[in-house]
Nanobody
Framework: QLQLVESGGGSVQPGGSVRLSCGAS????????IGWFRQAPGQEREGVSC???????NYVDSVKGRFTISRDSAKNTVYLQMNSLKPEDTAVYYC????????????????WGQGTQVTVSS
């Protein structure tokens, strides 16, 4: 059974940093495009960042320069490093895996994790 598990969420003050992890069981993440999405209360899910199997990355404009997506093949994990956090970054963050050849921020991914909450507040 293919499973994705997010971790690393929590509460942080504005300007702080959080690193989210997306781990997998049952499959090797290196072979998949991985997307990070977020959903704030009352809002639609939004694509935040993605990385293809080939290493191409993409970011939504609101996080460019602040968030970085990366892979650790040895740990079968994809990370989302989030710096200079703002209250508007508060959301449940999800990782997703798919077969896309290009880096897309649409929720067309095949496999999804359960999400981890990130709260940015003073």
């Amino acid at each position: 059974q293919l499973q994705l598990v997010e971790s690393g969420g929590g509460s942080v003050q504005p300007g702080g940093s959080v690193r989210l992890s997306c781990g997998a069981s049952g499959f090797t993440l290196d072979y998949y495009a991985i997307g990070w999405f977020r959903q704030a209360p009352g809002q639609e899910r939004e694509g935040v960042s993605c990385i293809t199997a080939g290493g191409s990355t993409n970011y939504v404009d609101s996080v460019k320069g602040r968030f970085t997506i990366s892979r650790d093949s040895a740990k079968n994990t994809v990370y989302l490093q989030m710096n200079s956090l703002k209250p508007e970054d508060t959301a449940v963050y999800y990782c997703a895996a798919g077969f896309q050849l290009s880096c897309v921020l649409r929720d067309e991914y095949a496999y999804w994790g359960q999400g981890t909450q990130v709260t940015v507040s003073s």
